[in-house]
């Protein structure tokens, strides 16, 4: 079975970290972009981060929301077949529920790597609150 397994949410206060994982099963991550999504209650789904299928000479490609850049990484071990997000200095507005999906196309602009919102199905997604 192909799937897609978040976990590493929780009960936080502004200010502390969390680290998300994407574990991978049935498949390999590997030469995938993965992107990461969450979505607040009321809210639209909104894309928090992505990474490159494969690495450069600098490394993997990522890219940043606006909102979260400073605070969230993003990391790959394929060895783990898990991609990870880091959170760090978290806000109460970050709190929603995080999904990981399989990116079906990757985009450069200008040499940078931007995000894109079309993906394969996700996971159940990991819940993540930060109250204040």
């Known amino acids: 079975q192909v799937q897609l397994v978040e976990s590493g949410g929780g009960s936080v206060q502004a200010g502390d970290s969390l680290r998300l994982s994407c574990a991978a099963s049935g498949f390999s991550l590997d030469h995938s972009a993965i992107g990461w999504f969450r979505q607040a209650p009321g809210k639209e789904l909104e894309g928090v981060s992505c990474i490159s299928s494969i690495a450069g000479s600098t490394g993997y490609s990522t890219a940043y929301a606006d909102s979260v850049k400073g605070r969230f990484t993003i990391s790959r071990d394929n060895a783990k077949n898990t991609v990870y997000l880091q959170l760090n200095n978290l806000k109460p507005e970050d709190t929603a529920v995080y999904y990981c999906?399989?990116?079906?196309?990757?985009?450069?602009?200008?040499?940078?790597?931007?995000?894109?919102?079309?993906?394969?199905?996700r996971g159940q997604g990991t819940q993540v609150t930060v109250s204040s």
């Open positions: 999906a399989v990116l079906r196309s990757q985009k450069w602009i200008r040499n940078s790597y931007v995000c894109v919102d079309d993906f394969d199905s």
